[in-house]
Nanobody, 115 residues
Framework: QVQLVESGGGLVQPGGSLRLSCAAS????????MGWYRQAPGKQRELVAT???????NLADSVKGRFTISRDNAKSTVYLQMNSLKPEDTAVYYC?????????WGQGTQVTVSS
């Protein structure tokens, strides 16, 4: 079966940094586009960043210059490096794997940015 397991969330101060990880199993990892999405209380889930099987990346305007998405195919893991964190980054962050009409989601990890 397919599993996407996020880790690395927690409480950080404004201006701080955090690195999220998503370990995948049950898929041929290097064939999939991987992504990070987030959902804040009372808000719709929104795209944060994606990285294709070929390594092309796309970031939401709100996080450009602060966040970086990367992948390690040997470890079947996708990362989200978050720098210069702001209170408005507070949300549950979800890992996503997509290929053709197939899509799976992780359970989410909480990120809280507060002093």
């Amino acid at each position: 079966q397919v599993q996407l397991v996020e880790s690395g969330g927690g409480l950080v101060q404004p201006g701080g940094s955090l690195r999220l990880s998503c370990a995948a199993s049950g898929i041929i990892f290097n064939l999939y586009t991987m992504g990070w999405y987030r959902q804040a209380p009372g808000k719709q889930r929104e795209l944060v960043a994606t990285i294709t099987s070929g390594g092309n990346t796309n970031l939401a305007d709100s996080v450009k210059g602060r966040f970086t998405i990367s992948r390690d195919n040997a470890k079947s893991t996708v990362y989200l490096q978050m720098n210069s964190l702001k209170p408005e980054d507070t949300a549950v962050y979800y890992c996503n794997a997509q290929r053709f009409n197939y899509e799976r989601w992780g359970q989410g990890t909480q990120v809280t940015v507060s002093s």
